[in-house]
Structure formats: structure tokens, C-alpha cells
């Protein structure tokens, strides 16, 4: 595990952000991390990236333990606030020299190093401009640029789809792939669970300072993979054929209607197909019912 | 190169700017030399001194306070916290490269007063003088700037820049009269020192310290932790620095000791006192050293606690030292009642806590300031005209004659707001454990 939280409990004046938490995040993968406003998503990715210090509990990343040593795991952990800032008065050239040089690579080397995350980030062309000058995706671009410049183990996003049109965001997405195929891992907090559910592998959900439930995306659809099955006409052999059938269950039938879940895979659905074909259930539509990671978000929320 | 400072060095020096800078004071001292026909050369050198005033010390001051109030208010301070520069790279890189533009307009300056003055002989002098004057200035803009992070208040830069214009303008009048320092003496530890370069000397020490406790600031807002050994030397410091100009006095030879527990009991006292209203002081820090102390790790809570702790606790044994001095050997004069002044403060820190524990602490320092505005002046004065003596006595147990009365009183009081702020922590802890 790349990063290991345990027992983390942040408090504000009058309030507990984060209520004795604790979670861990394989290398390599995209965590979503979603919730309410107020769930303590930005407290909890502070607190990950050393900005703030939380009342108890150790957060350890790549081994390093991030409340004993936060410099050393800033050189880890790239991170983008959802409030981000950039130095309007200088040019985003100079801006990203000034972050690489900050972020300890070496002057002869900063060139190499802002080329190949322009590049990542489709703004080698802008380089000359000053943030003032681009529109919002672009400085959005900038700041991202900014924080994995120096090629961090772990990326910390807080929000970064906020204002962005559905075109920036494909490419956002785009570029979070890309990310996590060089070997970084991503956690990114979002309220847009359809961007999401394109390039996030994991799922933590947090409300109320606690950790609801923290899931795979993939097993999440799988787990949910439920099929719908409409009739011409209403059919009494249908009953039958549903409950008599080891690998359906969660079965439902509604006059020339049913859902139900389905286990394994397409060859199970094809023996399914042709039993009900052959028995001569008049079948005009048989399809899964597909969830996407909305549902899966909102039936966990309010189980 | 520190990052930091290139960064300034590209944002500061634009061509324009290079040459706008000796443009305009060449013409200031054009129009001086136009103007002032006959004494134009010692006019022209003053007139620089006071440029570069104007330029290095109040511009360059409030430059420094801007560096990192623009960082918050353009959120750029996240970008520099997460990155891996160090404490000591951020520090010199804000405190010069946020001035350098000052320093720039600055060295015009003093290189056009060292081409004019008629008293060339002093120029060296007058050159480390001003320059440290300048690192002083800029580096308590920055200091400042840096405290009322800390003390997370709403960053009022204004604020800042009134406190940074009133002691630079108080700060002025010494640098002016800097030369008829040169010949006068300062005696310090039974020798004589010419008092320019006493003050010169003192004027860099000064500086020096202000760097560290910028870079103790900037480290711990990096969240670099460290044990309070630097406060601590400062605390040594000041207290030696103090008795040298009293320790050969014939008043004082009688008691060394005295004298030295006497300084250590103000300069400990007025640090905590002056420190407890630039602290951090919400209830979560107390919450977290709290936890700390339950779970045994003492050396977290030792760098955790705040200077003003350290200042007030080390003063606690003072006070009671100089309380025994006092009755033994009749010289109240000196120490008159270190208890009572010692419970008196322990009261106040009491009061502020309280206020700051509150569920809305909007405004508590302007709050418990009032309150003592009221417990210092108001009452006490309205009382004495009343002719309610031993209420007035009471209120402000300062006025009471009778040191064993006035220290039971002050206790009183002391413990009365220690209990009120115990059981609003208590409450408050309550409510964030249900």
C-alpha cells in the first residue's frame, strides 16, 4: 500500500472534520474521493499533503510518516488545492521553473522538466503567456503542471474539474490516465461522479468526517450488474422459469417486467436467452440495467 | 540560486524599473542643486539619507510584510509550503528578494551621500549604521507579517503597516541623531564604548535575531518542529544584554544576584505578556497538547507550547525569588511586588484563553484588551473618586500597600478566571467528544 491512514482525527473550533479514519491506497490506482460539502474531503487531502495537523492518528506515505516528517513526504506528494494560486506576474515558464527549482530539481535540469510537463499538459505553446492571460482550463493546466512537475509518487487533487468545460475535463480525464500509466497515484476529490467514473479506479466515500465505504469502481459495477427483461405480453411460464433458476437472484416480476441479478458472465446470459426462447416467453427486451458510479455513490449514502 | 530570491529578481527587475529608480533621484537632487546654490553638498547628503529612509526602511518594511500577505491572498502560499524548499532558502529569499528593488533606490542613495558629505571620515560607519537600520526595518515588516499568521488572525495587512509606520517613525528619530552619538559613551558591563558604534553593534544583533525568529516562523509554518532552545537563548540573551547597563551601578554592586533574577523576572514577564497577544491561541492547539501530555510525548508537547508558556513559567520562580529577596532584605524599591504582578499577568493570560475558547472567539484579543482597559484604569479610577479605597484595592490589587494582601488578592482574582476558563475548556471538550 502506498498510503497508509490510521485513526486520523482532525478538529476545527466547535467541529470534528475527521472522525478517527482510516484507510489505504494501493499504488498505481485513481481514488475518487467523494462526499457531501462539508464531509472533510479538503481536510483530509491537507492533511495528507502536510498542510495541516491533525489532532491524532499517522498517515504514512511510501513509508514515510507524514506528521514526523512532512518535507520529506513533500518531495512524494504533488498537490493542487481547490483554491489554487498562481504567480500572475511572471510568465508560466518562469512559474514552473520557480516550483522546479523549489521543488529541488536542479537548474540545468528545469528545462528538460517544465518541456515534458508542458507537453503532458498540452501547454507548450502557452509558456510565454502570463496567467492572467489564459482562460480558466488553461491555468487549471498550470497549476496541475505545477504540482507533479517534479514526477510525485502520489498526486493530491482537490477539485480540479471545478469550472471546466466538458471538453477540458475529457482531456483532464485523458491526462489522469496518463498519470497513473507513468506510475503516480492519483486521489482526487470531486462532486462531478460522472468525470469520475472515467479514469477513477477506487472509490472513497466520506461523510460526516467518517469513511462510509471505500470500494473498488469495477467490482462496484459488477456487484450491481443487474438485468431488465420485458415481454410483449404477460407469461406464465416466466415465473417459473426465473425462480427455477440457480444463477438469477434479487428476482422481480412486474406483469410483462422483471429485473434481476445476474452472476457470471455472457454465457450464463445466453443460456438464460435461450431457456426463456425456448420455453416461449415473448421476449422483446432483454439488457442490463448499467449503473454508473452516481447510484453506486447514492445507494451507499443512503444505506 | 534560491529560488525564492530569483523569482523576485525576475518580478523586480524590469528595465523600466532599473532605470525609473536613478532617473527620479536625479532629479530630486538636481532640483536641490538648482535650489540650494551655496550649501548644496551637505543639503544633497542629508537629503539622501532621508530618501533612502523613505525607500529602504518604510517602502522596504512594508515590501517585506507584503511578500507573504500576498502569498495568502493569492493562495501561492500552499505552492511554497508543499515544496521542498528549506526554511532558511525561504527565509533570506523573502526578507532580500522582496526588498531588492529598496536596496537598489538605497544604494543610490548612499553612495550619492558618501560622494557629498562634508564629513567623509564618518562614512563607513554611517554606511553599516543605515544598512542595518534597512535589515531591521524589513526584517520586523516580515516578523510581523509572520506572527499574525501564526496567531491566525484576519491577515490586516493595514494593521500591520500602521504598527510597522509608528515604530519605524519612533525608530527614525534615533538614526537621525546617529551622529551626535559619535561623541557620546554607553557604558555596558563596567566598560566605556562610543555610543555610534555601541548602537551600531546592537542595531546588527538586533537584526540577527529578528532573522532567526523570521526563520523559526517560516519553519514552523513549513511544519518544521523544533524544541524552544531558541527562545530560550533569546530570553538569555536579553536578560544579559539588560544587566550590562545596570550590573556596575553603585546601586546595584551590593546585589548581583538580585539584579539578575530582578532582569530575567521583566524580560521573561514582558516577553510572555507582550507574546501571549501574538500567539496562537485556540482551543485545539490546547486540545492537542492535551493528548499529547495523555499519550506521554513530551518532546511533541514541548514543541508545541507556546514561547509565552515557556516566558511565564520560567518568571514563576523568579517571582517568588525576588518575593523572598524583598522581605529578607528590605528593598522593596526595586522588586516592590513581583508576585502580585506575576499573578496579575497569569490572570490576563486566563482572560484571553477564556474569551478564545469561545464557540465564536470573533475578536477576542480586542475583547480581553478592553476588559483590561477596565481592570486597570476604568474601574480602579472610578472607585478611587468614589473613595471606595479597598475596592479600588481590590480591582487592582497594585495599589494595595500591604504586599501579602495585594499577592492573595492577585491570586484570587488568578484563579477565579482559571476556574471560568476550565470550565468553559471542559464544556467546550465535551461537546466536540459527543
Redesign the interface.
Known amino acids: 500500500m502506498l498510503i497508509n491512514v490510521s485513526n486520523l482525527t482532525f478538529?476545527?473550533?466547535?467541529?470534528?472534520a475527521l472522525n478517527n479514519i482510516s484507510f489505504s491506497i494501493p499504488s498505481g490506482s485513481i481514488v475518487a474521493l467523494v462526499g457531501p460539502n462539508g464531509a472533510g474531503k479538503t481536510t483530509l487531502l491537507r492533511c495528507l499533503?502536510?498542510?495541516e495537523?491533525p489532532?491524532?492518528g499517522t498517515i504514512l506515505i511510501d513509508g514515510i510518516d507524514v506528521l514526523e516528517h512532512?518535507?520529506a513526504c513533500?518531495?512524494k506528494?504533488?498537490?493542487l488545492?481547490d483554491?489554487?494560486?498562481?504567480?500572475?506576474?511572471?510568465t508560466v515558464k518562469?512559474c514552473l521553473f520557480?516550483?522546479a527549482?523549489?521543488?529541488?530539481i536542479k537548474?540545468q535540469d528545469c528545462a528538460k522538466a517544465i518541456l515534458k510537463v508542458s507537453r503532458q499538459l498540452n501547454i507548450e505553446d502557452r509558456l510565454e503567456n502570463t496567467p492572467v492571460e489564459l482562460s480558466r482550463g488553461l491555468r487549471q493546466r498550470v497549476a496541475i503542471a505545477?504540482a507533479i512537475i517534479?514526477q510525485p509518487k502520489v498526486v493530491l487533487l482537490d477539485e480540479p474539474a471545478s469550472g471546466l468545460d466538458p471538453e477540458a475535463r475529457h482531456s483532464l480525464a485523458e491526462l489522469f490516465l496518463e498519470l497513473q500509466q507513468q506510475g503516480m497515484t492519483l486521489l482526487v476529490s470531486s462532486h462531478i461522479l460522472s468525470e469520475l467514473e472515467a479514469y477513477s479506479s477506487d472509490m472513497l466515500i466520506l461523510r460526516q468526517g467518517r469513511i462510509v465505504e471505500q470500494v473498488s469502481i469495477h467490482e462496484k459495477s459488477k456487484q450491481l450488474k443487474t438485468f431488465k427483461l420485458v415481454l410483449s405480453h404477460s407469461s406464465t411460464a416466466l415465473r417459473g422459469i426465473l425462480f427455477n433458476t440457480p444463477m438469477l437472484s434479487h428476482i422481480t416480476i412486474n406483469d410483462k417486467q422483471a429485473t434481476f441479478k445476474l452472476d457470471g458472465g455472457v454465457n450464463n446470459q445466453q443460456q438464460l436467452l435461450k431457456k426463456l426462447v425456448e420455453q416461449q416467453v415473448p421476449i422483446c427486451e432483454f439488457s442490463p440495467i448499467t449503473t454508473n458510479l452516481q447510484d453506486a455513490y447514492l445507494s451507499t449514502v443512503q444505506s | 540560486?534560491n529560488?525564492?530570491f530569483?523569482?523576485y529578481l525576475?518580478?523586480e527587475f524590469s528595465l523600466a524599473r532599473m532605470v525609473v529608480m536613478p532617473t527620479f533621484l536625479g532629479i530630486i537632487f538636481s532640483l536641490i542643486y538648482v535650489l540650494d546654490g551655496n550649501g548644496y553638498q551637505k543639503t544633497i547628503a542629508n537629503t539622501a539619507l532621508i530618501f533612502y529612509t523613505l525607500i529602504v526602511l518604510f517602502w522596504g518594511a512594508k515590501q517585506a510584510a507584503n511578500s507573504l500577505f500576498e502569498e495568502i491572498n493569492?493562495?501561492?502560499w500552499?505552492?511554497?509550503?508543499?515544496?521542498?524548499?528549506s526554511a532558511w532558502s525561504l527565509t533570506w529569499g523573502k526578507l532580500l528578494g522582496s526588498t531588492l528593488y529598496n536596496w537598489y533606490g538605497g544604494f543610490i542613495c548612499l553612495a550619492i551621500y558618501s560622494y557629498m558629505t562634508p564629513e567623509p571620515f564618518f562614512t563607513p560607519l554611517i554606511w553599516v549604521y543605515f544598512i542595518s537600520a534597512g535589515i531591521f526595518a524589513q526584517s520586523s515588516g516580515l516578523l510581523m507579517s509572520l506572527l499574525s499568521l501564526r496567531s491566525e488572525r484576519n491577515l490586516n495587512s493595514s494593521f500591520s503597516y500602521l504598527f510597522i509606520l509608528l515604530s519605524l517613525f519612533l525608530f527614525s528619530t534615533l538614526l537621525f541623531n546617529y551622529l551626535s552619538f559619535l561623541r557620546s559613551t554607553a557604558h555596558w558591563y563596567g566598560h566605556s564604548y562610543n555610543e555610534a558604534n555601541f548602537i551600531s553593534i546592537s542595531l546588527c544583533l538586533a537584526c540577527g535575531w529578528c532573522i532567526i525568529g523570521i526563520y523559526r516562523l517560516i519553519a514552523e509554518a513549513?511544519?518544521?518542529r523544533s524544541l524552544p532552545w531558541v527562545w530560550i537563548a533569546f530570553i538569555v540573551f536579553s536578560t544579559t544584554y539588560t544587566i550590562g547597563f545596570f550590573i556596575f551601578e553603585e546601586f546595584f554592586k551590593k546585589d548581583i544576584t538580585h539584579l539578575i533574577i530582578g532582569a530575567s523576572f521583566i524580560i521573561l514577564s514582558t516577553s510572555g505578556y507582550i507574546l501571549l497577544f501574538l500567539d496562537e491561541n485556540?482551543?485545539?492547539l490546547a486540545?492537542?497538547l492535551w493528548?499529547y501530555a495523555q499519550q506521554q510525548k513530551w518532546q511533541r508537547f514541548i514543541q508545541e507550547i507556546p514561547c509565552w508558556v515557556i516566558s511565564l513559567s520560567l518568571a514563576l520562580p523568579c517571582a517568588f525569588l525576588l518575593t523572598l529577596f524583598s522581605s529578607f532584605e528590605n528593598i522593596e524599591e526595586i522588586t516592590p511586588i513581583p508576585l502580585v504582578i506575576y499573578f496579575l499577568i497569569i490572570r490576563d493570560a486566563s482572560l484571553l484563553l477564556y474569551f478564545n475558547y469561545a464557540?465564536n472567539?470573533k475578536n477576542a484579543t480586542g475583547l480581553t484588551l478592553l476588559y483590561l482597559v477596565c481592570l486597570y484604569f476604568l474601574f480602579p479610577v472610578i472607585l478611587f473618586n468614589l473613595e471606595f479605597k479597598l475596592l479600588a484595592e481590590f480591582v487592582l490589587p497594585l495599589l494595595d500597600e500591604n504586599i501579602i494582601s495585594a499577592s492573595i488578592i492577585a491570586a484570587l482574582q488568578a484563579f477565579f478566571v482559571i476556574f471560568l476558563l476550565f470550565s468553559r475548556w471542559k464544556k467546550?471538550m465535551n461537546?466536540?467528544d459527543c
Open positions: 478538529e476545527y473550533t466547535g467541529f470534528r499533503s502536510a498542510l495537523q489532532l491524532n512532512p518535507r513533500h518531495r506528494v504533488g498537490y488545492s483554491f489554487f494560486g498562481l504567480y500572475d506576474r511572471l518562469q520557480f516550483v527549482r523549489a521543488q529541488g537548474t505545477q517534479h | 540560486m529560488p525564492e530569483q523569482r525576475q518580478l493569492n493562495h501561492t500552499d505552492i511554497q509550503k508543499t515544496s521542498a524548499i513549513l511544519r518544521i485556540n482551543p485545539m486540545r492537542r493528548i464557540l472567539p467546550r461537546q466536540m
